[in-house]
């Protein structure tokens, strides 16, 4: 069983930038895809980045061109850069295994992003 720790949130204005980052207490180097997930209060939980274990990345339209999603696989450490941000990226990001369409490790506490003036 993995566990996923997400660290970088916070406050920042439209337009900044912020560094996300995922620890997973086991190594990462055999889970093929891995995700950040987003979810806004009284919204579902949505899939925003994803990486296989070759580095091919995938984004939800909403964050393409704005978010970059990396791993590295020696430091069990999966990452979102996050660039010109927009009030509506607002929620709290969590990252985990994609497996089977879903994910494939209980969620950890997440991170939460608030972008305000």
């Known amino acids: 069983q993995v566990q996923f720790v997400e660290s970088g949130g916070g406050l920042v204005q439209p337009g900044g930038s912020l560094k996300l980052s995922c620890a997973a207490s086991?190594?990462?180097?055999?889970?093929?895809?891995m995700g950040w997930y987003r979810q806004a209060p009284g919204k579902q939980r949505e899939l925003v980045a994803r990486i296989t274990s070759g580095g091919s990345t995938n984004y939800a339209d909403s964050v393409k061109g704005r978010f970059t999603i990396s791993r590295d696989n020696a430091k069990n450490t999966v990452y979102l850069q996050m660039n010109s941000l927009k009030p509506d990226d607002t929620a709290v990001y969590f990252c985990n295994e994609i497996h089977g369409g879903g994910p494939g490790f209980p969620w950890g506490q997440g991170t939460q992003v608030t972008v305000s003036l």
């Open positions: 086991g190594s990462i180097v055999g889970i093929y895809a």
